[in-house]
């Protein structure tokens, strides 16, 4: 057994101290304010713990990207993570060809039986089924209409599907997996979806939107678009760039009343996080990174150099929502989100957590009770 002491603990949407945090095999096992005597003790000196991070959108770390297809790209990403407090990930696809997908998820489906680093929890399909309108940094060449013979394959390791529900088609291919599926997380983004066309999703089994503000119909007090059915309806969760480039931080505050319990942060990184600045590639076309900034040559963005810590930094500090609720963001929503026993620190979870100071420096980070990064190494 070990135990982690001299930690103000963040769980149940309060800060904790005097408790220390025992776990063995792996698991949890609770918060206690005694040590057994046997317990090998870890002293946090009075740093934050909090269960580890969980990021359910992203490309690419360290010149690695999942669309590379292989798994040596997949455990670079893994085990880049763990220093931004990440420990769970949705392994991120990008529009391009059938082949190149179909490569990347069976790379996806085999990585996952030998895990490394931050644990690959399964797949996130962000297209090809969206709109041309709406194509951000996606490949347009590729966009197809929703196809279920593409996903079959892999429905038991998708996890999260990004869609334009107005395309055609889209209406049976949410319908069949919301039937057939339903643990499979369906999601609008990179569309020109209506109110009306976005509440019709809603009503088919669409239960939260990619990227909010980004690459979909904007906000308009007339014609109120997917943001506005996403914002005006309780049950939809979303989830937000938080670097201070995708949407203005005057919007954090804002959109934490509007959605108290279904905001979650990513990073939307592709494979320029965790490095310098230079040119590099997303979905085989190029991008130039510089000022904290991923673009294509045409200007458009292109993801984001994004760590999950940094996003939990800049959501604290740009807006007036306490530490506990903006952790929340990164553990607690995406695991519920996506099903997960995870993101808690709660009896018989894994033991799967993260030390960080009070400016969201990631200290140290534990997966499955094993320490796997530390800032002093």
């Known amino acids: 057994m070990k135990a982690i002491i001299n930690a103000k603990i963040i769980t149940n949407g309060q800060i904790l101290s005097g408790y220390h945090l025992l776990f063995s095999n792996k698991k949890i096992i609770t918060l206690s304010r005694d040590i057994p005597i046997w317990a090998e003790v870890i002293d946090a000196e009075g740093a934050y713990l909090s269960a580890g991070f969980i990021d359910i959108h992203i490309h690419g770390s360290l010149g690695a990207d999942v669309m590379d297809g292989t ?5 670079i990403i893994s085990n880049s993570l763990v220093a931004t407090g990440t420990t769970a990930y949705l392994a991120t696809t990008m529009t391009m060809s059938e082949e190149v997908i179909r490569q990347a998820l069976n ?3 085999a990585y996952q039986q030998a895990p490394k680093g931050a644990k690959l929890v399964g797949a996130h399909l962000e297209g ?19 196809n279920l013979a593409l996903i079959r394959p892999y429905l038991d ?20 997996l919301q039937e057939n599926h339903p643990d499979i997380v369906l999601s609008m983004g990179h569309s020109d979806a ?7 999703a809603i009503a088919w089994g669409v239960t939260h939107a990619t990227h909010l503000f980004n690459a979909m119909s904007p906000f308009h007090h007339r014609h109120p678009g997917l943001v506005g059915a996403v914002l005006g309806d309780n049950e939809v969760s979303c989830d937000l760039i938080a670097d201070k480039i995708h949407l203005h931080p005057s919007f954090f505050d804002l959109l934490a009343r509007l959605k108290p319990r279904q905001l979650i942060l990513i990073t939307d990184a592709m494979r320029a996080g965790c490095m310098h600045e230079g040119s590099y590639d997303l979905g085989g076309q190029e991008v130039c990174v510089a000022n904290g900034e991923a673009r294509l040559l045409d200007g458009t963005l292109a993801g984001s150099v994004l760590k999950l810590n940094e996003a939990l930094r800049n959501f604290y500090q740009e807006s007036n929502i306490g530490l506990p609720e903006v952790v929340e963001m990164v553990t607690v929503r995406p695991a519920k ?8 620190l709660k009896e018989d979870y894994p033991a799967d957590f993260v030390l960080f100071d009070r400016e969201f420096n990631i200290l140290k980070s534990f997966i499955d009770g ?6 002093s190494l």
């Open 194 to 200: 209506s109110f009306e066309d976005a509440r019709c």
């Open 71 to 75: 798994q040596e790209a997949l455990e």
């Open 157 to 176: 390791i998708v996890k999260m599907i990004t869609l334009a529900p107005e395309v055609e088609g889209a209406k049976e291919f949410i319908g069949y």
């Open 128 to 146: 090809p089924f969206i709109n041309p309108s709406k194509h951000g940094a996606q490949d347009p060449r590729h966009i197809q209409q929703p």
């Open 370 to 375: 094993e320490e796997c990064y530390s800032s």
């Open 107 to 109: 790379t996806i489906k």
């Open 337 to 344: 989100r996506l099903g997960l026993k995870m993101g808690e």
